[in-house]
């Protein structure tokens, strides 16, 4: 199950959610070079369930959402690139 949030205004790249393998909820990132790309959450990721990317820059390159942390509490994020967020 995946849902998209946000497009890139040059079209390119989309962002949203999705459920990985172990059936937890992360961000993802798609563009038509690289495919769909998982974003990560905040560490440790096996007790943070769930990311989800809400919006993307212009060209595509930064990515901005929210992780829920160990505590449970949701944290704003920025991804640069795939792997665990900037909270």
Do not use: I, K, M
Request: hydrophobic content about 35%; proline content about 8%.
């Amino acid at each position: 199950t995946s849902v998209a949030y946000a497009l890139s205004p040059n079209g390119l790249t989309v962002v949203g959610a999705a459920e990985n393998e172990p059936g937890q909820q992360r961000a993802f990132v798609w563009t038509s070079s690289a495919g769909l790309q998982e974003y990560g959450a905040l560490p440790p990721t096996v007790q943070t369930p769930s990311s989800e990317a809400r919006d993307v820059s212009d060209d595509g390159t930064v990515v901005v959402g929210w992780s829920r942390s160990s505590s449970g509490n949701s944290h704003a994020c920025r991804w640069l690139a795939p792997g665990a967020p900037q909270s």
